[in-house]
């Protein structure tokens, strides 16, 4: 990419709050634990080992976001399922390709555990930037151009 | 995917360590202007409008992480240029999908500027997860599997 101040090409848009959603540690736990189909506080309480109150205030940051839902659960009044919304489960690419990231670069031992394509248990593939054509573009093939219907 | 303990599924391994290296927002915002090819102190400082304390914080800790590397540069020993290694353009994909899913679930104005194929200058493909054959896969298409040649 070509040197350009930052607000101009990546900034001024929509990745800051993507980060926002994201990016702080718990909620990003919360997150990936939700994927993996944990719904109740008493469970995200004893899975990630947080404090409560830590987790009553991401869980609620994260409703507002838009990113899970508040749902009570049909015979049980009092109890209260947190699910991700179409918006939250979307997350889960940008979340594989940092998972992916950290198992290419190292530092923690490898996971015994990888992704499968739930068809044939085949690995998926890397994430990667692609072009329309489906070629794997690396970052000096990419570019930024004005969108469509602007001066 | 299945019920399970977050730490038996994306949990245990490599996330954490992604997520810190660019979770925290200045770092993020460090990386995202590197990307657009600024490599100097005071760039980075006129282009962030970040504390000259805690972007020398950022920076040193983006090089302790092997993400940015710190060079001298010839014939101004004085310069120091800070520049992506491998390890930090690679967590592009990463990036440009949390910026696309930002895009898609909106918040802030949508940005003039698409990126594109440096070739033809057609936009690039939406971030998907991707099965062996190319297929893109939902998050109820995926599921885990012990890593080959592990009990």
């Not at 008493?42 to 508040?70: C, H, K, M, P, Y």
């Not at 990888?114 to 994430?127: Q, S, W």
Request: aromatic share 6%; charged share 30%; hydrophobic share 40%.
């Amino acid at each position: 990419m070509t040197m350009q101040r930052a607000e101009e090409g990546l900034g001024g848009c929509a990745l800051p709050i993507a980060l926002e959603a994201m990016g702080e540690r718990w909620s990003f736990l919360i997150l990936r634990a939700s994927l993996d189909g944990i719904e109740h506080f008493e469970d995200f309480q004893a899975t990630l080992g947080i404090a409560r109150n830590i987790l009553a205030n991401r869980l609620s940051r994260l409703v507002s976001n838009g990113i899970l839902s508040r749902e009570r659960i049909e015979g049980d009044r009092r109890r209260v399922a947190y699910r991700l919304t179409p918006k939250g489960r979307d997350l889960l690419p940008a979340m594989i390709a940092l998972r992916q990231w950290g198992e290419r670069w190292g530092g923690g031992p490898p996971c015994d555990k990888v992704l499968a394509d739930a068809r044939d248990y085949a690995p998926i593939r890397p994430i990667a930037i692609q072009a329309q054509d489906g070629r794997t573009l690396g970052p000096d093939e990419i570019c930024w151009k004005l969108r469509e219907g602007r001066p």
